[in-house]
């Protein structure tokens, strides 16, 4: 095909915004095309090479572009960069150069969309010292052959700013008008969510039609589009949209990542397709040692934790590893985490996106081995509203977010790319984010684990309830400590130490150590959450629960200046609770 003949259809497509209109106009050109080809056409009309999941990318730098256009027009690079300024558009800088550009001359060779293709393709991929040239003078190439609406087009691919319009769901309307019906859109619509490859979707449909779509399955290295969840506010709400009864699992608060495992290689996707391997070599090396079978593709939350107190951590926590070439090391040992694995879409060859939920968790757990790294959400079915209730407050106690409700008819299967009610999230926002420090009294302490053996791990910290002269559990405290402090802790402490629980504390946990309320800590958390484990402020802003500070982290500052009972109090914190949620709710 002739690249200005694409670029006509592109410059069509511009002018309209109307999602009918765009899939006429896409399904007339998708019928002209040679099946060969289909899957390069349907890439660029999205401003692509490739499906999404694939780490190329074109993005060339505006300025390499100023400068190719200078050189393939012979237009003094000054003129250019003044219309660039009024334009801000590289296509229509391309587009009014090469419209006072000399014609094209007889030795000029057309451009095909194969042509330009490539070239593409080859200024995507070159890299390291020399390859600004490189890129130039690939562009340069098919510029000089170039229309002025072809330059246009061009110059949008090549620095990634395309911008058709042209939404997915639009390309698998049109390729449903172009080689199938209207009635076979689903089926192209699921093909595509299996795969999140357009342009494999377009050549299949082209070349073997229908049916050849309907039996695509989900592969081992080609990610899928994750499964969403609805949400609704109340147990009772979710039990009746699912006739009655439906399984429970914890929501986590980490990174999702899709695990395609195949001969003992492993590559992890995140909900947005991009490659996380490299990111998480220890989930890698986790999910090897607990599988079982060949082959798979399985779905997990990944969390960080604190080795110390065994909590769970916020997921931000994770995001020091992003972008590490050089530390990841120390960063995996720092933020270690854990995967929890939740759904199994294929196994040892076998599709299962089209089996219900019950059989996939049967599945999963035949799948791996449990282990301390690699484990599954936890789950249980439950067809009344206390036992959720009482569930969510035990996910709530670990760390979690909530519940994520599971259909378990026999329609439940797994809808990739879909936003459904055969999930269903289940999230109270209790919680309230925190901008002030707190002045929290230590009571227990944990004995420490790996890098703290022989220390404390954590300081189990508590408010001051002055009403009834008692104090009262708030959080497990292991961030924020050096290592000279941490090591100096025992001894500071040794003084207070008390053979049981001081009568003066409040506590549902149970600590390894206990002291007499005497040291005070300025702590800053993210936020206050209600807990069913802690007793500040029981029963005051939820029944059966205290407050939390979540993600406590010492600021380093030792309150030597304050008596116990000059801590927070419980009251205080119950405040800054309610006064910060109505922030957040506001
Ligand atoms: P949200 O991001 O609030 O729409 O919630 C959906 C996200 O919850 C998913 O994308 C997962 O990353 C996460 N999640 C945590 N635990 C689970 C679970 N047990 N099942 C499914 N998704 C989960």
Redesign the pocket.
Known sequence: MQFQDLAMVYEELEKTASRLEMTSILATLFKQADCKTLHRMIYLTQGQLYPDFYPQKLGMADRLLLKTLSMSSGMKDDDIQELWLKEGDPGIVAQKVFAVKKQRTLFSEALTLDRVYENLEKIAGSEGSGSQDVKMKLLAEILNDASAEEAKFISRMVTGHMRLGVAAMTVVDALALAFASKEDRDAIERAFNISSDLGKVGETLCRNGIDAIRQMQVEVGSPMR?M??E?LPSPQEILVRMGGKAAF????????VQAHIRDGKIQLFS?RLEDLTEQFPDVVKALKASFRMKSAIV?G?CVPVDLNTGELLPFQEVSHRRGRKHGLQDAIEDYPVRV?L??CVYLDGKDMTQMPYPERRKALESAFEKTEEARF?E?RIYDNVDGVEEFFKEALKDG??GL?A?SVDENSFYRAGSRGFL?I?Y?KEYRSEMTDTVDLVVVGAYAGRGRRAGNYGALLMATYNDQEDVFETVCKLGSGFDDATLAALPQKLEAHKLKEKHPKVVSKMEADYWFEPSMVLEVLGAEITVSPIHTTAYGLVRKDSGLAVRFPRFTGRFRDDKEPREATTSKELEQMYSKQLKKVES
């Open positions: 994750a969403l969840a949400r699992e914890y929501k986590y608060d980490g990174v999702r909900r779905e939350e929890f939740f759904d959400s789950m979690c977010e994520m599971k999930w999230k999230k």
